[in-house]
T-cell receptor
């Protein structure tokens, strides 16, 4: 989905390095998410944000941190990368419906960042 | 918490045949069920979704059915074409403020010409 852009698309780095993955969107959505994808495990939620300055942990947040700098930008950081963080990382966005905070809306994904940690 | 299982993990069909992928979920409070298609090198793309107040939804060659009593939902693709080859993911979401989806592990569909 060209409306959700992830950079870089590929990254190879060494154990112990700090890494930042960037996500920007032009969909105007207020909700943003970071997922990790491992073969055979589907997508696992790392962090999510419903607005600027709103940060929430997902099911696998240990070893990761995020920053929501603006409505359109959501970055994921690995402070000290380790080999088992090698995976495909996806950013996603979704809209919220005013007055119906509990109504689910589909998520729209970027094309991912393939991260390899040696 | 919610757990979503998906079967089969791989599926091969002849072009023109139908393909069916099934998912089960554990939390009866889940009420939104999207299906995503992921092609190589791309992110998941929403192809169809269904809410719990509906039993079936169809969009051209794709349909989804939901059985709330049995807590399972299925994706049906008719008249399959080679471009349908991809990994398909189901998901379930509880209608709460968290809006967090739980995804199934995926099904790799291969449509053989």
């Amino acid at each position: 989905d060209a409306d959700v852009t992830q950079t870089p698309r590929n990254r190879i780095t060494k154990t112990g390095k700090r890494i930042m993955l960037e996500c920007s969107q032009t969909k105007g959505h207020d909700r943003m998410y970071w997922y990790r994808q491992d073969p055979g495990l589907g997508l696992q939620l790392i962090y999510y944000s419903f607005d600027v300055k709103d940060i929430n942990k997902g099911e696998i947040s240990d070893g990761y941190s995020v920053s929501r700098q603006a409505q359109a930008k959501f970055s994921l950081s690995l402070e000290s990368a380790i080999p088992n963080q090698t995976a495909l990382y996806f950013c996603a966005t979704s809209a919220s419906i005013k007055g119906t905070a509990s109504s689910n809306q589909p998520q729209h994904f970027g094309d991912g960042t393939r991260l390899s940690i040696l | 918490g919610e757990n979503v299982e998906q079967h089969p993990s791989t599926l091969s069909v002849q072009e023109g045949d139908s393909a069916v992928i099934k998912c089960t979920y554990s939390d009866s409070a889940s009420n939104y069920f999207p299906w995503y298609k992921q092609e190589l090198g791309k992110g998941p793309q929403l192809i169809i979704d269904i809410r719990s107040n509906v039993g079936e939804k169809k969009d051209q060659r794709i349909a989804v059915t939901l059985n709330k009593t049995a807590k399972h939902f299925s994706l049906h693709i008719t008249e399959t074409q080679p471009e349908d080859s991809a990994v398909y993911f189901c998901a379930a979401s509880i209608n709460n403020y968290g809006q967090n989806f739980v995804f199934g592990p995926g099904t790799r569909l291969s449509v053989l010409p």
